[in-house]
């Protein structure tokens, strides 16, 4: 007696087709699979982003120039340079008021008392760009020049890496300067392009042109996360001399900006450093761009996992109607028994949300397994959406099934017994 004996009843029903029942479960997983399996690899950038030991590395802006700068603008000349070029953007007059608040932005990015600087030049040598946004293979990576006070002072986020001493797992950037045994410079590299550009792995290696065209080895000893580094490969600043002594002056800068404060710094400096080419972006938003195109790609996927879980939930409508026409003596005698409608739409509801669950849980249970070693390098799962998503299919999953058969089981039932 109770639902529980007819749920038990409508899941034995679900054998007596086994090929009918396993094709719908197997539509399902595959629907489910693809859904979970692509929704593990969306990504944003997350609260921890801006700390030292987040993605950004603790600096909030990230700047290009198109010609080298060989001064630095925190300080000395260079920042005398930079305010020149900010008067004559303001009518050649210090006393605007444009030029003195954008004077105070400038002046919050002088080192602190310590001595710790707020910017920290890179050198660029030109390249392919090694990102996402690039739909070729970079045959020429972008390469950085890594300084030493950077190295020495460590962060970001690091995915994998060959560290082997307790100094070296504390500051990963260290094995910049550690010779490798293939003697191949050593580099830090994104995640990402490592994985799907350059398709190497940590302890990998690559081959570059140096300055006179000779094919130089670098071998990755580390990946980062989320960085805004995805079109470069970043090389201790010795080695960049060496291999490319020509390239002179600095082209890249890591900037940390008061906070609350990024946007107006960013146009001070494209401002006075016009005629450089300046042209400062929130790290933030700069990764977000390369995670926008991460997640178009993932939406497309996804797309395609939505038409398949869709196909096959109205594909389950359609064998619980060929289901009840085919039984429908059987259910008429089940009638005049005493079993109620309400009973029998409960038989049948039972018999196909078990294929609805199996066909959802083997395919969530094989993406998470699939995707595990994503997820152990660091990756975060977003449950709250999969359940949404999962619970959405599984609900209107239901609703389908309740609707396929609340009226074909209100059969005529002498007609139906006489067919038995």
Not at 243 to 272: Q, S, W
């Amino acid at each position: 007696r109770g639902a529980a004996a007819l749920g038990r009843l409508g899941a034995r029903n679900a054998a007596r087709f086994p090929t009918r029942s396993l094709l719908t479960a197997s539509l399902l997983a595959a629907a489910a699979f693809l859904l979970v399996a692509v929704e593990s690899f969306r990504r944003a950038p997350g609260r921890d982003f801006l700390d030292p030991a987040g993605g950004s590395g603790g600096f909030n802006l990230v700047a290009e120039s198109d010609v080298p700068i060989f001064q630095r603008f925190d300080a000395g000349d260079g920042q005398a340079d930079l305010e020149q070029g900010l008067q004559r953007a303001f009518g050649g007059t210090n006393t605007d008021p444009r030029f003195r608040a954008a004077k105070v932005e400038i002046d919050a990015l002088a080192p602190g008392p310590d001595g710790t600087p707020n910017v920290f030049p890179l050198k660029l040598r030109a390249g392919d760009d090694a990102s996402c946004l690039n739909l070729f293979q970079a045959g020429r990576p972008r390469l950085l020049g890594v300084p030493d006070n950077l190295i020495a002072r460590g962060g970001f986020q690091f995915s994998d890496t060959e560290t082997a001493t307790p100094e070296e797992k504390a500051n990963p950037w260290l094995l910049l300067r550690k010779p490798t045994p293939s003697g191949a410079v050593p580099v830090v590299v994104e995640q990402n392009t490592a994985m799907w550009m350059l398709k190497v792995a940590v302890g990998g290696e690559v081959t570059v042109p140096d300055g006179d065209g000779r094919d130089t080895k670098l071998r990755i000893v580390g990946t980062l996360v989320d960085s805004p580094f995805q079109s470069e490969l970043l090389m201790a600043d010795d080695a960049f001399r060496k291999l490319y002594p020509n390239d002179a002056g600095d082209r890249v800068f890591l900037i940390r900006a008061p906070a609350g404060h990024e946007a107006a710094v960013a146009k001070a400096l494209d401002i006075g450093l016009r005629s450089y080419g300046f042209r400062a972006t929130p790290t933030r938003d700069k990764v977000a761009a390369y995670q926008a195109v991460v997640g178009a790609y993932l939406s497309t996927f996804q797309v395609l996992g939505g038409l398949g879980l869709l196909l096959g939930v109205f594909g389950l409508a359609v064998v619980i109607l060929r289901g009840v026409w085919e039984r429908l003596a059987e259910l008429a005698l089940l009638r005049a028994f005493g079993y109620r409608t309400r009973a029998l739409q409960v038989l049948v509801l039972a018999e196909n949300a078990l294929l609805l669950v199996i066909g959802l849980g083997a395919g969530v249970v094989t993406a998470l397994a699939s995707v595990a070693p994503h997820v152990a390098g660091g990756a975060a799962v977003p449950w709250v959406r999969l359940a949404a998503l999962l619970g959405a299919a599984l609900v209107v999953g239901l609703v389908v099934a309740a609707v396929a058969t609340a009226g074909i089981l209100r059969v005529p039932l002498v007609p139906a017994l006489r067919r038995e």
